[in-house]
């Protein structure tokens, strides 16, 4: 059952209550039987499951980068493998 937060419109007291969601809203203040109006809050939010940024953007098994890894590291041997071009001229034979 969710809490809502009430305050009164004449002694600003303040509080909160459990009350379900067919439960009529209360109006009167119970210190000094005023008009009471209802507060809203923020409220937290937890994403849980795969499927959200937050748990796709972290480390781990992650297949979308290791490709990437992989690629680098093989065209980077490749490259080491070749013999760099030398700018000192070719000697006569």
């Known amino acids: 059952m969710p809490t809502y937060s009430y305050a009164c419109t004449e002694c600003d007291n303040r509080f909160d209550i459990v009350q379900s969601f067919t439960d009529d ?31 796709d953007s972290r480390g781990g098994s992650s297949t979308a980068s290791e490709p990437a890894k992989k690629s680098e590291s093989s065209s980077t041997s490749s490259s080491s493998a070749a013999p760099a071009p030398s700018s000192a001229p070719a000697a006569a034979s």
Request: aromatic share 12%; charged share 20%; proline share 3%.
């Open 25 to 55: 809203t209360l109006t009167v203040c119970p210190e000094c039987s005023g008009k009471l109006r209802k507060l809203f809050n923020s409220v937290g939010i937890v994403f849980k499951g795969s499927g959200f940024y937050r748990t």
